[in-house]
Nanobody, 120 residues
């Protein structure tokens, strides 16, 4: 059984920085792309950053130039470095990985979500 566990998050002032991480645990699996989503109160969950297994990255316009996604394949971990944070970045952040386990087709797995609040 594969599980994703997120860490990081919290309260930060506007203009500040924060880092998130998400590690996959279990055995006998292969990770393809890794993503970060956020969900603001009353809004749909939104994809904000993606990194493929060859390291290519894509960002939503709302975070491009401020957020950086990276991965450590040896640790089965994806990171999100968030700089120049704005109050509108306040949301629950979710990691997502497209994973194939032994004898099963690949599917999406989700982290538990972590709250990021940007406020003075």
């Amino acid at each position: 059984q594969v599980q994703l566990v997120e860490s990081g998050g919290g309260l930060v002032q506007p203009g500040g920085s924060l880092g998130l991480s998400c590690a996959a645990s279990g055995s006998g699996f292969r990770i393809f792309h890794m993503n970060w989503y956020y969900q603001a109160p009353g809004k749909e969950r939104e994809l904000i950053a993606r990194i493929t297994n060859d390291g290519s990255t894509n960002y939503a316009d709302s975070v491009n130039g401020r957020f950086t996604i990276s991965r450590d394949n040896a640790k089965n971990t994806v990171y999100l470095q968030m700089n120049s944070l704005k109050p509108e970045d306040t949301a629950v952040y979710y990691c997502n990985m497209f994973i194939q386990t032994m004898h099963n087709p690949p599917r999406n797995y989700w982290g538990q979500g972590t709250q990021v609040t940007v406020s003075s």
